[in-house]
């Protein structure tokens, strides 16, 4: 890897580049905050794409252009009201003028601006915090509602489909000689049971009732932007993986990353929950952006989609895991299997309070 200043100072900041560190806590590409002796801007992200992953980044790059300058027409057209502020962030061009960098080694580098007076949190904090959260994916949905989601290109094949996940799992488990700790043994029995009700999002869109939007692919509760000042949302960051999808995939992954107050690396997973309170103060704050564009089928798969997309997130890690940890950035060797763990003490919690989501639901919308 190139000196990191070296690869900062490609992006033509506004004055010398002083400082160059690890930010936030991204499971799949690197990201740095690059600090400026500047007078105006003294601060810009810098990534590292993971190429594993995302095998076509200039597409991904191009999405996100395509995405921010549709925002930024509707925002000029019609601001949010009330003046609330919010924000989309820039993306700085390197030297030959493309949106992104190669270095010696072929890694793929972009440089995108940092939204001032703002913070993200790798948990939810409180009720006032949930229904931020929520409000954030609702005006990301709303403000990309107009955009036809054939504009942008499938930088992800397979991203949040579940039976795809289930094939690979089950492929990847005849290959294995997992150890048979008790806890590989639950994840084994957990996935098993769940294996034909996993296809409920896919079937309802073939059935024509569910159908492709926009979608963010990532709207968990650390990339959504917090104004320090007023505690309002401002952002929705990581932007990688706008693309066709169902909102449905969105909707569940804010929630299974909302409402589980310990958070999704917590070690305790026996105590994880879902909170039915910070459910309500999510979607309440979605739906406040979102009814207007809804059907009725679309509000009948929302407590599907949170159940899915927890356990989806489950089978993810569980199989990574299986297969020796490719995917996910581990610190060490258990570290998936304890996210998997985590994610599917969640879906329990979630299936157990089916009756009492699916009423916020109905109450709500
Ligand atoms: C990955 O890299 P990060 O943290 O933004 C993953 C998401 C998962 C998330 C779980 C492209 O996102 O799907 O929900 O980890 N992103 C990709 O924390 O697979
Ligand atoms: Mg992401």
Known sequence: MDNLFTVAEQFRPQGAVIDVREFGNGNINKTFLVTLDATGKKHFILQRINTQVFHQPELVMLNMRICIGHVRRRLQRTPLSGGRRWEVPDIFLAHDGRD???DSNGSFWRAISFIDGSQSFDMIKNIDHASEVGYALGIFHNLLS????DRLSDTLRGFHITPGYLQHYEEVLEKCNAGKSPEVNYCLQFVSERNAWAHVLENARAQGKLRLRTIHGDPKVNNILIDIATGQAVSIVDLDTVKPGLVHYDIGDCLRSGCNPLGEETEKWENVHFDADLCRAILQGYLSMAKEFLTRDDFSYIYDSIRLIAFELGLRFFTDYLKG???????????????????FRLTESIESQETAIRSIVREIR
């Open 325 to 343: 940890n490719i995917y996910f950035k581990v610190r060490h060797p258990e570290h998936n299997l304890a996210r998997a763990l985590v994610q």
């Open 146 to 149: 107009d955009l036809p989601p």
């Open 100 to 102: 992104h960098w190669l």
